[in-house]
């Protein structure tokens, strides 16, 4: 509970790397504008939102002092999630909108990551942990690995297993074994990280990998001053990394690296010249630029808020 309001619970240390030294960088009440506006023009056009439960509630954004994540403090609760990500959002099939290149980036990142373990695909487990509408782990399928998904949503667990997908159950989890665990823009949404990727560990195998693929803001001081809600989503401006209830938490690198570290994870990289191989849509100069940069981004400058860990080497090694 926080501040009366039944439906929220208040986070008291750091959700990545467990620190109660953080400070608050932001607050505003849920009913009351710009916080009030902004949910009705995010919500409205996809389904609603209900105001009754967001009472006496306020929109508290802190920065951790250790690891730099920047987080919402008081969070729903499960109650409240609940009603957010199944009635709030209506859960629509939306990939009728997905083109050519989103399965080209997913064909592209699994090839990558199969060349990674250098074993035949069907030698592979894989598991998309909240994969939506289930299309990263139908690519999976594809190329013969073996591939399981998970998602909170019934709606969508139906759908994969109405296109041939096998899903596993939460608590099925720790009782298997996976050699990859994807993770792709879940941990922003997540009310407990650091315990989410301790529980995903342990169905890691010893040379398993977990990606965590986060949206990234470093600016986000910057545009918190200049305060827009109204800046689109990707736009310099955009407030959506850390868009209320939704993305509770704004991960730098520090922040992710601090949590790995936190559940015995250590960054491994996929090499550069996996990555280059492996890439496949080389249309447009853009593409072409992108396709050149970002391996560049991933491994050298480190600028890009997606990572691959693995179990830490570091401790066993000492000790043997
Ligand atoms: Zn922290």
């Keep these: 509970?926080?501040?009366?309001?039944?439906?929220?619970?208040?986070?008291?240390?750091?959700?990545a790397c467990?620190?109660?030294?953080?400070?608050?960088?932001?607050?505003?009440?849920?009913?009351?504008?710009?916080?009030?506006?902004?949910?009705?023009?995010?919500?409205?056009?996809?389904?609603?939102?209900?105001?009754?439960?967001?009472?006496?509630?306020?929109?508290?954004?802190?920065?951790?002092?250790?690891?730099?994540?920047?987080?919402?403090?008081?969070?729903?609760?499960?109650?409240?999630?609940?009603?957010?990500?199944?009635?709030?959002?209506?859960?629509?099939k939306r990939e009728k909108r997905d083109g050519l290149a989103v399965s080209a980036r997913y064909a592209q990142e699994i090839m990558q990551i199969i060349a990674y373990f250098e074993r035949p695909p069907s030698s592979l487990s894989f598991l998309d942990f909240g994969m939506g509408w289930g299309q990263w782990a139908l690519m999976a399928k594809a190329f013969g690995c073996e591939s399981y998904g998970t998602d909170l949503s019934l709606e969508r667990i139906r759908h994969a297993e109405s296109i041939g997908l096998d899903t596993v159950d939460w608590n099925e989890i720790p009782s298997r074994s996976f050699d990859l665990i994807n993770t792709e823009q879940v941990f922003e949404h997540l009310a407990r990280p650091l315990d989410t990727l301790r529980y995903l560990r342990r169905a890691l195998t010893d040379d398993g990998l977990i990606k965590i693929s986060v949206p990234k803001a470093d600016d986000i001081h910057r545009r918190l001053k200049r305060m827009d809600w109204k800046a689109p989503k990707g736009s310099r401006n955009s407030l959506n990394p850390v868009a209320p209830l939704e993305h509770i938490n704004l991960f730098r690198r520090s922040a992710l690296l601090a949590m790995g570290a936190a559940a015995g994870l250590e960054e491994v990289r996929i090499p550069a010249r996996l990555q280059y191989r492996f890439a496949t849509n080389w249309g447009g100069s853009r593409q072409i630029a992108r396709n050149l940069m970002l391996p560049v981004y991933r491994n050298l400058l480190k600028r890009q808020n997606y990572i691959f860990f693995r179990k830490a080497r570091v401790a066993a090694e000492a000790a043997a």
């Design 1 to 15: 509970m926080a501040d009366g309001n039944p439906w929220f619970e208040r986070r008291s240390h750091c959700p």
């Design 18 to 92: 467990g620190s109660t030294r953080f400070t608050e960088l932001f607050r505003s009440p849920y009913c009351e504008s710009p916080i009030r506006q902004y949910l009705v023009d995010f919500y409205e056009p996809q389904g609603k939102v209900e105001f009754e439960y967001l009472e006496g509630a306020d929109y508290i954004l802190c920065e951790c002092g250790s690891c730099g994540l920047v987080f919402q403090r008081d969070i729903p609760g499960d109650e409240l999630m609940e009603r957010l990500y199944e009635h709030w959002i209506v859960p629509v």
